[in-house]
């Protein structure tokens, strides 16, 4: 089945530093990859819409120059957290569409993003 | 203003029974409705597509509805296992292929 791969699983950061999310899918296509955000016991948020070859499009409240996205190929997305803070700890998670509604997006497993 | 809503409140049912969790909308007028399952510090994982003009849909031992009438879709899982404990999440299509999750319900089944 189709796989979504996102690196790293957990990182720890110091607050005013930014830290690279990885999410690559690794055996199909992806033009679009979309990230959220979850919060403890919250359900996932979507921050933004990645596209290949374009501008992300960013849901309303997120502040794009801090979350900076980039889509280069068609395997690959990355969020880039930058100058961050202990408000940004969170649960980061990409996922991309498989082809078809029957196969619903699959998801990568996650970043645990900590700042201290 | 648009809203998707699960039963927050965990659902504990002892092994063998069925588990059936809601999840009701307003405001939105999805072509179809998705039911993932989240396991703790993991991404979800997709287990069930339903599309505005079907009733009913079945996997294995999964089986959702889709009132479109009532804006709810009902997610139950017959002759539970521990393995089904877990958190369910329920997601509409907000068009551009992008989905809104709804707040998810803790469903613990004990042996």
């Known amino acids: 089945g189709a796989v979504v791969s996102q690196h790293p699983s957990r990182v720890i950061c110091k607050s005013g530093t930014s830290v690279k999310i990885e999410c690559r899918s690794l055996?199909?296509?992806?033009?679009?990859m979309f990230w959220y955000r979850q919060f403890p016991k919250q359900s996932l948020m979507l921050m933004a819409t990645?596209?290949?070859?374009?501008?992300?499009?960013?849901e309303q409240g997120v502040e794009k120059d801090k979350f900076l996205i980039n889509h280069a190929s068609l395997t690959l997305s990355t969020l880039t957290v930058t100058s961050a803070h202990p408000e940004d700890s969170s649960f980061y998670i990409c996922?991309?569409?498989?082809?078809?509604?029957?196969?619903?997006?699959?998801f990568g497993s996650g970043t645990r993003l900590t700042v201290v | 203003s648009q809203k998707i809503e699960q039963n927050s409140e965990a659902l504990n049912i002892q092994e063998g029974k069925t588990a059936t969790l809601t999840c009701n909308y307003t405001?939105?007028?999805?072509?179809?409705l998705q039911w993932y399952r989240q396991d703790p510090g993991r991404g979800p994982v997709f287990l069930l597509l339903?599309?505005?003009?079907?009733k009913e849909k079945r996997k294995e031992r999964l089986k959702v509805t889709f009132d479109t009438t009532l804006k709810q879709s009902l997610f139950h899982i017959t002759a539970s296992q521990p393995a089904d404990s877990a958190t369910y999440l329920c997601?509409?299509?907000?068009?551009?292929?992008?989905?809104?999750f709804g707040g998810g319900t803790r469903l613990m089944v004990k042996p």
């Open positions: 996922s991309a569409g498989t082809g078809g509604e029957d196969y619903g997006y699959t």
């Open positions: 055996d199909f296509q992806a033009t679009t």
């Open positions: 990645s596209n290949e070859g374009s501008k992300a499009t960013y």
């Open positions: 405001n939105y007028s999805p072509a179809y």
């Open positions: 339903i599309r505005e003009n079907e």
């Open positions: 997601a509409l299509d907000i068009g551009g292929n992008m989905l809104t």
